[in-house]
Nanobody, 123 residues
Framework: QVQLVESGGGLVQAGDSLRLSCAAS????????MAWFRQAPGKDREFVAV????????LYANSVKGRFTISRDNAKDMVYLQMNSLKPEDSAVYYC????????????????WGQGTQVTVSS
């Protein structure tokens, strides 16, 4: 069993930056693909970014490409999402997720989820 806890969310202005963190416990994350998803009010949870277990592969949603960077530190069982040039449309609850078997953008494939952290970007 893997427990994930996100942190780092908050209220910022458009153009600002935030770094989200995801801390894992229970099992080492070193063999899990890790992803960030987000969910805005009234919308489905959507893929944001994924990183392979080794960190050698990353993939981003088109809406965040060039602005967000996902990274991981397997020694600390941590995953990060650096968010730059934030826009009001980035406002959502951001979730960290772990998958043992696949490098995937598909929400349904992920086995473990955190409770989420709120990001609000004002215009």
């Amino acid at each position: 069993q893997v427990q994930l806890v996100e942190s780092g969310g908050g209220l910022v202005q458009a153009g600002d930056s935030l770094r989200l963190s995801c801390a894992a416990s229970g099992r080492t994350l070193s063999r899990y693909s890790m992803a960030w998803f987000r969910q805005a009010p009234g919308k489905d949870r959507e893929f944001v970014a994924v990183i392979s277990w080794s960190g050698s592969r990353t993939l981003y949603a088109n809406s965040v490409k060039g602005r967000f960077t996902i990274s991981r530190d397997n020694a600390k069982d941590m995953v990060y999402l650096q968010m730059n040039s934030l826009k009001p449309e980035d406002s959502a609850v951001y979730y960290c997720a772990a998958d043992r078997t696949q490098f995937t953008t598909a929400r349904v494939r992920y086995d473990y989820w955190g409770q989420g952290t709120q990001v609000t970007v004002s215009s």
